[in-house]
């Protein structure tokens, strides 16, 4: 059994970590060299670079579905903080900036949130499906993400899943933030809405980019490591030249996923520890959620 942090045993450690992360952030918002973007337009740049959407409901495992309604709240609110932003050369966005600290005051519900190792209901729980959205419209572009985190874990079997596992980016108000900086000459927009049934955004620009972007995913497998279960896979994009026939003009990898399973998958590997010194030093790696406070987010 997982011992727990001195700050998960006395609830005012854990308030003051929390904080001590914030203003440490709140000081490198006022005090940086970054430029953030902060400019909305109501008017459309001319052309689209990605469009997604996500379904606001969903089931997860037998979770409250109380958690996914309120949810819908949440992501209304915040998205009125993000539609129609402006990233200009030279600037950065921040998810957490633009959306501020979810709170009751500003008429937020509890949602569901991943802490320590378990989901539970939290104010403002479920943005994360906002920044998972901007992340995986974010990497189809030469926007450059300059932070990002993914859950350490994985809750709930897949429900109707249709991007890669550890695609999306979770935030946990203001130190584990998802930015992404333009350092292109081009102007970025990004507008998001909802539907009835979804979530939905789209990434634009100011001029046509000369190159696409196909994101894909490579080696996912559920492996049995005595007696845990974790999942692993890799992110990779190709770049292509726009007009050539879908020429690869680069191959990319995005980033390498391994997480603790929290079900028992239909289907594994079986895995010892000590055969791969990689899955030890994964496993004791301090990114895990259930070891380190910084790693709590938000779930879609």
Not at 66 to 74: A, D, E, G, P, S
Not at 118 to 145: D, F, K
Not at 219 to 229: A, L, P
Request: aromatic share 12%; charged share 25%.
């Amino acid at each position: 059994m997982d011992k727990k942090l001195l700050s998960q045993r006395h609830p005012f450690l854990y308030f003051l970590s929390v904080w001590t992360k914030r203003i440490q952030r709140y000081f490198l918002w006022y005090f940086g060299n970054k430029k953030y973007a902060r400019f909305k337009s109501e008017d459309k740049l001319p052309y689209r670079v990605k469009k997604h959407q996500s379904v606001l409901i969903k089931k997860l495992g037998e979770s409250d579905m109380q958690l996914q309604i309120n949810k819908v709240t949440n992501l209304r609110i915040a998205i009125k903080k993000i539609n129609n932003i402006v990233v200009k050369p030279g600037e950065t966005f921040s998810f957490c900036k633009l959306v501020g600290l979810p709170s009751k005051r500003k008429g937020y519900l509890p949602g569901m949130e991943l802490s320590f190792g378990e989901a539970r209901a939290g104010i403002g729980g479920g943005l994360c499906q906002i920044s998972n959205l901007i992340h995986w419209l974010v990497i189809h572009s030469p926007l450059t993400v300059v932070e990002r985190y993914h859950h350490s874990f994985d809750p709930f079997p897949d429900d109707g899943r249709v991007l890669p596992f550890g695609s999306g980016a979770t935030i946990f108000y203001n130190y584990r933030d998802l930015q992404v900086t333009n350092r292109t000459e081009y102007t970025f927009q990004i507008n998001l809405w909802l539907s009835e049934k979804c979530l939905e955004g789209e990434l634009r620009v100011d001029k046509l980019l000369p190159y696409t972007y196909h994101v894909f995913e490579k080696d996912h497998q559920f492996v049995r490591i005595n007696n845990g279960y974790y999942r692993k896979n890799e992110i990779w994009r190709n770049k292509m030249l726009r007009g050539k026939g879908g020429e690869i003009m680069a191959t990319e990898l995005i980033t390498e996923n391994f997480a603790k399973v929290k079900y028992v998958p239909d289907n594994y590997t079986e895995a010892e520890e000590t055969a791969n010194p990689s899955y030890k030093d994964e496993l004791q790696a301090p990114c895990r959620i259930e070891k380190n406070l910084s790693d709590s987010g938000t779930l879609s």
